[in-house]
């Protein structure tokens, strides 16, 4: 892919990065703040998806505002992780490559725009 586009989006992934740990301080505190354990993670947003929801929205906004960072804090490593290893720039559905402009627009995408949620 195009050398120059992946190193301007190195750069705004990684500058995106850093702001997102501060954000979140790094360590989330949801662990002590809510001894049940509950853990914003990305990763687990499926299968529980209802239930997930409603105990979301017990702990209010700022919780909610907590997930979708550690959830974006995922996916701009995930990119980060695909610059390293080469794969960056492949839909992870088909393993066709994503438009630049699509890339430009979001660095962190992870989908051709065929397969674009
Ligand atoms: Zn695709």
């Known amino acids: 892919m195009n050398k120059q586009l992946l190193e301007e989006n190195k750069a705004k992934l990684l500058a995106e990065q850093k702001k997102l740990k501060q954000l979140l301080g790094h360590e989330s505190t949801a662990d002590s703040e809510f001894p ?8 687990e947003a499926g299968s529980e998806q209802t239930e997930n929801a409603s105990e979301i929205e017990q702990f209010g906004n700022d ?13 701009v ?4 992780a695909r610059i390293e290893n080469g794969s960056y720039g492949k839909c992870m559905v088909g393993g066709d490559e994503i438009g630049e402009d699509r890339l430009r627009a979001e660095p962190a995408a992870e989908t051709c725009i065929n397969h674009s949620n």
């Not at 049940?36 to 990763?43: A, E, H, R």
């Not at 490593?77 to 980060?80: D, E, P, R, T």
């Open 36 to 43: 049940g354990g509950y853990k914003p993670k990305f990763d």
């Open 63 to 75: 919780l909610a505002v907590t997930e979708d960072l550690s959830g974006r804090l995922h996916q």
């Open 77 to 80: 490593s995930a990119a980060l």
